[in-house]
């Protein structure tokens, strides 16, 4: 006697797959230094931070707070982004910008390097770097990316002028391109073969 199987139809794959695929990209609270305390000062060692598909967001506190680490001896906040492999991330942008006493003037300080942090607080140890203020706008063009593939990409955010800067940072993470189609074809393997049993 024949055994019945019931393997999942295709519909109710592509329906798993949505499901599955909203499980992951809520994104995630990467940093809150009012929580996980003052990112580093050392600008040889960052704090690493993975992130994951979806929004993920990064808060602290810049400036003369009573932490160290920038070249004026305010406080700097050193951040590693890892992105794993199969994602990309597609936009930086400052999802809050406050400040309190003081005027940072036209922005504060955002130096970009690849890889996992800096050797040094001259200009020739960074790639690139910008202003960051209040606008929504993406800041990976600024800082000469498009995006930013698997690996390491090492951040330092300071704020020289006599005031004290609260940020938000947004990082948007997608798959990279190409994965997503590849996942699809291998779902519908799977199916595949499952109707075939
Ligand atoms: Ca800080
Ligand atoms: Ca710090």
């Given at each position: 006697?024949?055994?019945?199987?019931?393997?999942?139809?295709p519909a109710a794959a592509a329906?798993?797959?949505?499901?599955?695929?909203?499980q992951v990209a809520n994104g995630a609270v990467l940093w809150n230094?009012?929580?996980?305390?003052?990112l580093p000062g050392d600008f040889n060692s960052p704090q690493t931070l993975v992130v994951t598909p979806g929004e993920n967001t990064f808060s602290g506190r810049v400036g003369e707070n009573g932490n160290t680490g920038a070249t004026d001896g305010s406080d700097a906040d050193y951040?590693?982004?890892?992105v794993p492999d199969g994602l990309e991330v597609i936009s930086l942008s400052v999802q809050r910008f406050e400040f309190a006493v003081g005027d940072p003037g036209g922005g504060?300080?955002?130096?970009?390097?690849?890889?996992?942090?800096?050797?040094?607080?001259?200009?020739?140890?960074?790639?690139t770097w910008t202003l960051f203020f209040d606008s929504p706008l993406?800041?990976?063009?600024?800082?000469?990316?498009?995006?930013?593939?698997?690996?390491?990409?090492?951040?330092?955010?300071?704020e020289t002028n006599p005031t004290l800067v609260?940020?938000?940072?947004?990082?948007?993470?997608?798959?990279?391109?190409?994965?997503?189609?590849?996942g699809g074809?291998?779902?519908?393997?799977?199916?595949?073969?499952?109707?075939?049993?």
């Open positions: 006697m024949m055994t019945s199987r019931s393997p999942l139809s329906l798993s797959l949505v499901w599955i695929g909203g230094e009012g929580v996980d305390g003052d951040l590693t982004i890892m504060s300080f955002l130096a970009y390097r690849s890889g996992s942090g800096f050797a040094g607080q001259g200009f020739g140890d960074i790639d993406n800041l990976l063009p600024d800082l000469g990316q498009n995006s930013l593939g698997a690996g390491q990409h090492a951040f330092w955010l300071q609260e940020y938000v940072f947004s990082i948007q993470t997608v798959p990279e391109p190409g994965v997503g189609a590849l074809i291998a779902a519908l393997l799977v199916v595949g073969r499952r109707r075939r049993i």
